[in-house]
């Protein structure tokens, strides 16, 4: 569904990524996520984290989940989805 001033139909059968963002605290002790967190980092296509010493990144990787550094602004972001979700073979 687009918002009711866009330019794009609702109903366009353009092709579509997804954006999720997930928080996490210092004050979380390192390893302990929720599941649906977990699912989501190990499904992810790309897992971006800002703080290269954030205490959760050697679980991360410990689990087997690639994360990359950087901090990209929300166009990079959904540039990245768009062209991730054209490749996709329908």
Do not use: F, K, N
Request: charged share 20%.
């Amino acid at each position: 569904m687009t918002a009711p001033d866009s330019p794009v139909p609702a109903d366009a059968a353009a092709p579509t990524g997804r954006i999720v963002l997930l928080t996490t605290s210092h004050r979380v002790a390192p390893g302990l996520l929720s599941w649906p967190a977990w699912q989501a980092l190990r499904g992810a296509d790309r897992v971006l984290s800002g703080d290269p010493d954030h205490p959760q990144l050697p679980y991360l990787r410990d689990a087997g989940v690639e994360v990359e550094p950087g901090a990209p602004g929300a166009r990079e972001l959904v540039d990245y989805c768009v062209g991730r979700a054209a490749a996709r073979p329908s």
